[in-house]
């Protein structure tokens, strides 16, 4: 799915995010669970998923026109 415009926000691309972010959230708690009950083996598969989750999160950003880059403060 592409925007049309930069910038540009609509229904779909909320809808878009929204599965990005609840994926990023599902992957994390995963992560966790495993971090907590010492689950090794789990931890670095969660780990692996976790970080793929942000990244299409990241990887989507630029298409709503935002820089993610830019938002980071050091």
Known sequence: MQVTMTGVIDDHVLQRYRE???AEDAAFD???HAYEEGDRDHYETDLATWQAAIGAKLAYLPRMGIDAQSLVTT
């Open 30 to 32: 995963e992560l966790e």
């Open 20 to 22: 990005l972010l609840d």
